[in-house]
C-alpha cells in the first residue's frame, strides 16, 4: 500500500524531528529563511510563531517535512522521505488550500543550483523564470535564485483530484462524459432525488452545472466502473460548510458502491482541502441515502422542505453536516 501523505499543524511534539532534520546542513543549505545552526531552541520559537500558512508533512504519520502556502511556496524533506513523491504529494495539498483561499498566484523560488527543487517546481507547473539572490543562512552569503509563479487556472488544468477505488476510479469528466452522465442524472428515478436536474432538461442547462475543473471547490468528478461512467460525486463552494452531492446510475444501486464512493471522496476531501465541514442534503423518501452519509459521519442538524426541479413541488428532507476528523 502507498504511503498516505497528509498536512496538520505544527504541534509540540514534532520539536525533536524538526531540530534532528533542520541540523542536516545538506537539507538547510536551500532554504534561505532557517536559521544556522539549527537545534531545539529554533525548533520550539518556531512552533510558538508558526503561521496559519505553515504546515507538517506527515508520512503515515510520522514527522517527513514541513511547507508553507500563502502567496508563497517554501518547503523541505527529510532525507529518509526524498525520491518517494512525497514533496510534490504535499505541495500539491498545500498549494490547492492556498487557491481554495481565494489567491490567483503562488509564487516560488529555488537556488540555482538547487535541480532537485528546479524539477518539482515544474512538475507542479511553475513557470515565467525571474532571476533574483538570497541570502542563505547556512551558507552565509548571496546566492543566485530563480523566482517563478504559478497561477490557479495553470495549477487546475495539471492537477485535478483524482482517486481510485478497489473497483472504482473517480476522476476529472471529459467531454464524452457528459452525455452518459445526462442521461443518469435526467433519469426520473434519479433526478427526484437531486436538486437542479429534472427529465428533459437541456443538454445546454446541465453543461452549466456540470463543470469539468477538478482541482479546487467547487467541482464534480465522474465515477467510473469498468471503464464506463455510472454516476458522479461533487463538493460545492468552500464556503462555511460546503455541500457534497452525488448521483448513480440505478443499474448500480445495491452494489454496495455508495459506500466505496463516498468514503473515498470524504477521505480526498479531507487530506486535500481540510474543510471544517460539510454538509449534505437528503429526502426523506431516500432513507438509503441518508442511512449512507450518516454511516460516514453526517448527522442531522434539521428538517427542512427541499425543492427539487425533478418533482412537482417541495418534499421534506433532512439537512445534514459533517465536521473534520482529526487527522493523524
Not at 517535512?65 to 529518509?80: F, K, N, T
Request: hydrophobic share 45%; net charge neutral.
Amino acid at each position: 500500500m502507498a504511503a498516505r501523505v497528509s498536512l496538520c499543524a505544527h504541534r509540540p511534539e514534532h520539536i525533536p524531528a524538526l531540530a534532528e532534520a533542520l541540523s542536516d546542513f545538506e537539507t538547510a543549505r536551500w532554504l534561505s529563511a532557517v536559521p544556522w545552526p539549527y537545534g531545539a531552541d529554533q525548533a520550539a520559537s518556531f512552533i510558538a510563531q508558526v503561521s496559519a500558512d505553515d504546515f507538517a508533512i506527515l508520512v503515515d504519520g510520522d514527522l517527513a517535512g514541513g511547507i508553507r502556502c500563502g502567496d508563497e511556496l517554501g518547503y523541505w524533506v527529510h532525507p529518509r522521505f526524498r525520491r518517494q513523491g512525497v514533496a510534490l504529494r504535499a505541495a500539491v495539498l498545500a498549494i490547492s488550500r492556498s487557491f481554495m483561499a481565494g489567491r490567483e498566484v503562488v509564487y516560488a523560488s529555488h537556488q540555482v543550483e538547487n535541480h532537485a527543487s528546479a524539477s518539482l517546481l515544474a512538475r507542479l507547473g511553475f513557470s515565467d523564470p525571474q532571476p533574483t539572490t538570497v541570502f542563505a543562512n547556512a551558507l552565509q552569503r548571496e546566492v543566485p535564485q530563480i523566482r517563478l509563479r504559478l497561477t490557479r487556472n495553470e495549477f487546475s488544468a495539471r492537477h485535478p483530484v483524482a482517486i481510485g477505488t478497489e473497483r472504482l476510479v473517480i476522476d476529472q469528466m471529459g467531454q464524452q462524459d457528459f452525455a452518459p452522465l445526462y442521461d443518469i442524472a435526467t433519469d426520473p428515478r434519479v433526478a427526484r432525488m437531486l436538486l437542479r436536474f429534472y427529465p428533459g432538461m437541456p443538454m445546454a442547462e446541465f453543461r452549466a452545472i456540470i463543470s469539468p475543473q477538478a482541482a479546487i471547490p467547487p467541482f464534480r468528478l465522474a465515477i467510473r466502473h469498468e471503464g464506463r461512467v455510472i454516476g458522479s460525486i461533487g463538493i460545492g463552494d468552500a464556503g462555511a460548510g460546503p455541500p457534497v452531492f452525488y448521483f448513480l446510475s440505478p443499474d448500480h444501486w445495491g452494489q454496495g458502491l455508495g459506500g466505496e464512493i463516498l468514503a473515498a471522496f470524504l477521505s480526498e476531501i479531507d487530506t486535500h482541502f481540510a474543510l471544517p465541514s460539510l454538509s449534505a442534503e437528503v429526502f426523506s423518501d431516500n432513507p438509503a441515502s441518508a442511512r449512507l452519509l450518516e454511516r460516514h459521519g453526517f448527522q442531522c442538524i434539521r428538517r427542512e422542505m427541499l425543492p427539487s426541479k425533478g418533482r412537482d413541488a417541495p418534499a421534506p428532507g433532512l439537512l445534514l453536516q459533517r465536521q473534520l476528523p482529526v487527522l493523524a
